[in-house]
């Protein structure tokens, strides 16, 4: 079956200090791939996504490549908040799904000035 | 500007207790999802609906219920709470057909039982 895997947490880094989260997949097919945010006492909001190989999503500072040879979709940002300190999900969405996702476990994120 | 609704926020209940978990969403969306999110985990999918009447299973079906009588709501039922459902649950909606667009996510109902 379609998984998801994420580095763990906590990370910890220091304000705009260079931010990599890894995520890699297992899914038949070309899935969509997604990477959600979730701040303390939040539901989930969608941070930036990618629908093919070798799309790159982008929002707020945050960048994400999809690359099917390597199936990872690792998130990325050059120089972090202390408003980054979240909880971050990586997601995919296999085709013909009826738009269910499958989540990684959650990379918690704490920057700290 | 709505989008995904859920009711309570908090609720605790005892063991053997039932309780609905309500869901709306106002953007005329097909689509709906419960998930529940248990600490340190990602997100597991208990129910999903793709359109009224129409309702199957996810990951975690087991004791719970769904029902979708209209496009609006989506409300999640336990019926002999347990606690190993102690979770926080969100609801989550999606446009149909466009498998580009993301799903929506309501702010989660935290509920604990014991």
């Known amino acids: 079956g379609n998984s998801v895997t994420q580095m763990e947490g906590p990370v910890t880094l220091s304000e705009e200090a260079f931010l990599t989260i890894n995520c890699t997949y297992t899914a038949t097919g070309y899935p969509s791939l997604f990477w959600y945010v979730q701040y303390p006492g939040e539901g989930l909001q969608l941070l930036l996504k990618a629908t093919k190989a070798d799309d790159k999503g982008s929002n707020k500072g945050f960048e ?17 908040q202390v408003s980054d300190s979240a909880v971050y999900f990586c997601a995919l969405r296999a085709p013909d799904s009826w738009g269910k996702l499958q989540f990684g476990a959650g990379t918690q994120v704490v920057v700290t000035p | 500007n709505a989008g995904v609704t859920q009711t309570p ?10 309780m609905t978990l309500q869901c709306t969403q106002d953007m005329n969306h097909n689509y709906m999802y419960w998930y529940r999110q248990d600490p340190g ?11 009224a009447g129409i309702t199957d299973k996810g990951e975690v079906p087991n004791g719970y219920n769904v029902s979708r009588s209209t496009t609006e709501d989506f409300p999640l039922r336990l019926e002999l709470a347990a606690p190993s459902q102690t979770s926080v649950y969100f609801c989550a909606s999606k446009v149909p057909g466009q498998w580009d667009q993301p799903q929506h996510f309501g702010d989660g109902t935290r509920l604990s039982i014991l």
């Open chain 1, 64 to 80: 994400a490549t999809y690359r099917k040879e390597t199936t990872s979709f690792h998130l990325e940002k050059g120089s972090v």
């Open chain 2, 9 to 18: 926020k908090f609720r605790i209940l005892k063991i053997g207790q039932s």
């Open chain 2, 41 to 51: 985990m990602g997100l597991k999918l208990i129910y999903y609906s793709v359109g």
